[in-house]
């Protein structure tokens, strides 16, 4: 079992930055992948980031690339997501996830999930 906790959630404008934190207990991160979904209201939850555990994997959605970072610390068992020129259309809640299966980018290849933390992005 792995239980995973958000945190960096809030409300910035519209240009502004946020850094996701997710800290991990139970079992270290070492031997999974870790990424980051959203939700809207009303809509599906949908990839945005993940790290793999090996061969430098990472891959992002289309429309966050270039503007958020996902990275890992396995020591602090902890991953993160930094988050730049945050527009409107990223509001939502955001979950960490943990998975040993690929394609890396599929909701149902991660087992292990957070409770969300709020984004929030005025105009």
């Known amino acids: 079992q792995v239980q995973l906790v958000e945190s960096g959630g809030g409300l910035v404008q519209a240009g502004g930055s946020l850094r996701l934190s997710c800290a991990a207990s139970?079992?270290?991160?070492?031997?999974?992948?870790l990424g980051w979904f959203r939700q809207a209201p009303g809509k599906e939850r949908e990839f945005v980031a993940a790290?793999?555990?090996?061969?430098?994997?990472?891959s992002y959605e289309e429309r966050v690339n270039g503007r958020f970072t996902i990275s890992r610390d396995n020591a602090k068992n902890t991953v993160y997501l930094q988050m730049n020129s945050l527009k409107p259309e990223d509001t939502a809640v955001y979950y960490c996830?943990?998975?040993?299966?690929?394609?890396?980018?599929?909701?149902?290849?991660?087992?292990?999930w957070g409770q969300g933390t709020q984004v929030t992005v005025s105009s």
């Open positions: 996830a943990a998975g040993r299966g690929f394609p890396i980018t599929t909701l149902r290849n991660f087992e292990y």
């Open positions: 139970g079992r270290t991160f070492s031997a999974y992948t």
């Open positions: 790290r793999g555990w090996g061969a430098r994997e990472t």
